[in-house]
């Protein structure tokens, strides 16, 4: 245990010791600290009442109504339309339940940024790439091997680098998005709550829980597709494919799903259960007899396969022509 407690740190140390990983954590920076200034100078997404919030409140209702009217009456306009009566009925929550709408703060910045975690899954994804063929392509793997460890022990210290870049990283984007978000917009309490739609309609819940929520989903596609690339850096021994690879079955997965959606094998590929908010807040599955429970069991199977096929690959090879 001591020894591969020492590989992992050893290659934290030299996943850390590169300028393309600190580029990394400062462009994810720029994007939280822009967003913030995008946001903060060129309007808010929630409205800050006062203390006369139900007559604002009924006020917004009245205005809301006014414009469905006009909106009604273009055919194109019906996405407006809906949005007005999704608004109107939201603020008539508040009233009925006699709950002040939250300000915006630090926390709902947080939630908003929850697409940064595609950013952060193509970070991972070049790390995962590149942990394993680099060591090839700079001939270092011979150094690697000579050592009185595991072939075993050595791939999965490389493997657990990689998902502890996507943990550290997670953990950056969460706090420094709280810290900006906090400077620009407030602080609403350790456990704040926000009124959003559910499977039964409007209801109130926890603005962390939603966070967790959000994010944890969107880790699925993170780690599956960060472990897909590792298993094609480490037979083919080349991050640029393995990284091209990767990221295209990522951005292509949902277009890949439309072409074959007809067919009933389609459930069992890996990007129809990639995103399992399918299965919450009323949503409909890629195919109606799919299940949560299918999905996951499906995602495991994956997961066993990439990971053998990665294993067998490096410990099976012979590196003496490397």
Not at 2 to 11: A, D, H, R
Not at 189 to 204: A, C, H, K, L, S
Not at 212 to 227: R, S
Request: no cysteine; proline share 2%; glycine share 6%.
């Amino acid at each position: 245990m001591n020894n591969f407690l020492k590989l992992i740190g050893n290659e934290q140390i030299k996943l850390y010791v590169r300028k393309s990983t600190w580029s990394m954590y400062i462009i994810l920076a720029a994007i939280i600290l822009g967003g913030a200034l995008i946001t903060k100078f060129y309007g808010l997404p929630v409205e800050n009442y006062g203390d006369d919030w139900r007559t604002e409140l009924q006020q917004e209702n009245e205005e809301l109504t006014k414009e469905a009217e006009e909106f009604s009456k273009d055919e194109f306009m019906e996405s407006a339309v809906s949005y007005n009566q999704e608004m109107i009925a939201k603020n008539n929550y508040y009233l009925e339940h006699d709950i002040k709408p939250a300000s915006y703060d630090g926390w709902q910045y947080v939630l908003d940024n929850q697409f940064l975690s595609s950013v952060l899954s193509l970070f991972t994804i070049i790390v995962a790439a590149g942990i394993v063929a680099s060591e090839f392509r700079w001939g270092t793997i011979k150094l690697l091997l000579i050592r009185p460890v595991s072939r075993t022990k050595i791939l999965l210290s490389k493997y657990v680098n990689v998902l502890l870049f996507a943990l550290q990283t997670l953990i950056f984007i969460l706090l420094f998005s709280l810290l900006v978000g906090s400077i620009f917009f407030g602080f609403n309490g350790i456990n704040p709550e926000i009124v959003q739609m559910g499977t039964d309609g409007f209801e109130q819940v926890s603005l962390i829980g939603e966070i967790v929520e959000g994010y944890g989903f969107k880790l699925v596609t993170l780690v599956m597709m960060a472990t897909f690339a590792f298993m094609i850096s480490t037979i083919f021994r080349n991050s640029g494919f393995a990284i091209g690879l990767a990221i295209f079955l990522m951005m292509a997965g949902n277009s890949i799903l439309g072409v074959i959606s007809q067919y009933d094998w389609s459930k069992y590929v890996l990007f129809a259960n990639t995103d399992l908010t399918q299965y919450i807040n009323g949503n409909s599955p890629f195919q109606d007899d799919m299940t949560l429970t299918f999905s996951i069991i499906v995602l495991l199977v994956y997961y066993l396969i990439f990971m053998a096929l990665s294993w067998l690959s490096f410990t099976k090879r012979d590196v003496a022509g490397h």
